[in-house]
């Protein structure tokens, strides 16, 4: 009888240890964590995030995460089990800059953090042979193609770039002329990259020459108008070889070819009078009248154009120096001479049309899912968010962000390929910062120049950034890959 007591209480111990210990797995494995503080069992948060690049490590509170409790499904991390309360969490790679925030962990809730991206802390550079005196760099709808402006102190130039086939090759030049830039004008390529359109200044007189980039024909289509100024020529996307201008307060459509003897000069066609602004979207055209100041759109391919209303509201404090940047008929933003950023947001039925910024408001930039509008002054950067978004963190429809304010001026601000990072140049510094507004905002410095950059465009579709270096008595073009393709931003 005494031998089978001891026996019975060693069976009865070892259930009770495997009740526990069981216990315990389970409640771990359902993300309950122990609290010594509290002597209880309390149910766990999580923390889900992205990362730019993929292979990083975590920290929470300073202590790594082993690869083996790190959950990896379709290049994310998730990490269950985490104690409610606030916490520190630091992401951080071999060679790259780190990411790092104060949360806060909700009990059965994840935090989730899906655009973390770290830059390196040293770029390779590519610079590119024969860009002495470039001062402008456009790039072509081919990934490959750009073409730059060329300024010297007696000639200028036009020069193409293919990086694929490695061709360099001037298409223009001419000595004792200059570029004639004006408001929203650029060097324009055609749909096809098979043409392109820029306005010079000779003698006083302002000439728009069109260059065929196979043949190297030049023409210049001021003089074949007679009569007829150019200002802001656009190639039509719905007809091929054909521009569309504004001269004074009226709208032109320009067929190249329609003039069949060289004597015979371009016959323009009248599109619309009394206009103060227009932009191209898709297959359409849109303006603004300066006889009842409200929006209108018609199809770029319409030689008798029917004219349809966007908003029945008018648009105030507009001129002839307003900019329109459209998205499509649902998303339009309006800039005034003196910085008022005007918004019709469709989305919203009872108020489509709003302010957005009283004034100085330098350009604005829309996100390539029209989901928000990127907008800023010398001094400011901010997002608007056109459409509600569901993902952390969550942002109102119709709400604004201040991303940035600064003592300093800063130029060049502009979306990078994930659209929840802004770029921007503070004197010879180039920063990217995030949307994210949970804690503070990492910003991470991608290069500095001993001088202000001249230029800085990013070519989202081939993951590159591109730089035209100021070094005193020249320039030279350059660029970064970032993000890099080795990566979930991936094409």
């Known amino acids: 009888m005494l031998q089978g007591k001891p026996r019975f209480a060693l069976f009865f ?10 216990g315990s797995v389970l409640f771990y494995a359902f993300g309950y964590r122990f609290s010594f503080e509290r002597g209880v069992f309390i149910y766990g948060g999580s923390i889900t995030l992205k990362s730019n690049p993929v292979e990083i490590d975590i920290k929470i509170d300073g202590i790594r995460i082993p690869d083996e409790d790190l959950n990896r499904l379709n290049q994310s991390y998730h990490i269950s089990g985490i104690i409610p309360g606030e916490h520190s969490i630091e992401v951080s790679s071999p060679g790259y800059q780190t990411w790092s925030k104060r949360i806060v962990v909700r009990s059965g809730v994840s935090s989730e953090f ?8 040293n770029y390779e550079i590519i610079a590119y042979p024969g860009t002495t005196y470039l001062t402008r760099y456009f790039q072509s709808p081919e990934p490959t193609l750009f073409a730059g402006i060329h300024e010297s102190p007696h000639r200028i130039g036009v020069q193409i770039y293919d990086t694929e086939q490695e061709i360099n090759e001037m298409l223009y030049s001419q000595p004792d002329i200059s570029f004639a830039f004006e408001k929203d004008e650029n060097l324009e390529w055609s749909p096809d990259a098979d043409r392109l359109v820029f306005p010079v200044l000779s003698e006083g007189k302002r000439h728009v020459l069109s260059v065929d980039t196979e043949t190297k024909q030049i023409r210049d289509l001021s003089n074949e ?15 091929r070889d054909s521009l569309l201008y504004r001269s004074e307060d009226k709208l032109y459509r320009l067929d190249l070819n329609s003039a069949t003897d060289e004597n015979r000069p371009l016959e323009p066609l009248l599109l619309a009078e009394h206009i103060l602004a227009y932009d191209i979207s898709g297959s359409d055209v849109y303006i603004i009248s300066s006889e009842n100041g409200r929006l209108y759109r ?5 030689k008798n154009p029917d004219f349809r209303p966007i908003a029945d509201v008018p648009l105030a404090d507009i001129d002839s120096e307003t900019t329109l940047v459209v998205y499509d008929e649902y998303r339009i933003a309006v800039l005034s001479k003196h910085g008022k950023l005007s918004f019709f947001n ?18 604005v930039q829309f996100s390539d899912d029209g989901k928000k509008l990127l907008f ?9 968010f056109i459409r509600p978004w569901e993902v952390q963190p969550k942002r109102d429809q119709d709400s604004i962000w201040q991303i940035g304010r600064f003592a300093d001026k800063i130029s060049f601000v502009q979306w990078t390929k994930d659209y929840e990072h802004i770029l921007y ?21 991608l290069i500095r120049f001993e001088r202000p950059p001249l230029q800085v465009l990013s070519r989202v579709s081939q993951n590159q950034i591109f730089f035209v270096k100021d070094t005193g008595d020249s320039s030279e073009l350059l660029s970064i890959d970032f993000p890099e393709f080795n990566n979930f931003f991936a094409e």
Request: aromatic share 12%; charged share 20%.
């Open 376 to 384: 800023f002054s010398p001094h400011e950067t901010f997002v608007y």
């Open 298 to 302: 018609f199809g770029a391919d319409e």
């Open 346 to 363: 469709a989305y919203m039925s009872e108020n489509p049309l709003r302010t957005l910024a009283e004034q100085d408001i330098s350009g």
């Open 425 to 445: 140049v503070k004197g010879p510094q180039v920063f990217v910062t995030e949307l994210d507004n949970r804690d503070r905002r990492n910003i991470s410095e």
């Open 114 to 121: 899906w655009n973390i991206t770290l830059p390196r802390q």
């Open 13 to 22: 111990l070892s259930i009770i240890s495997f009740c526990i210990v069981s």
């Open 225 to 239: 108008l007679a009569t007829f100024s150019l200002f802001r020529p656009r190639f039509n996307p719905a007809v």
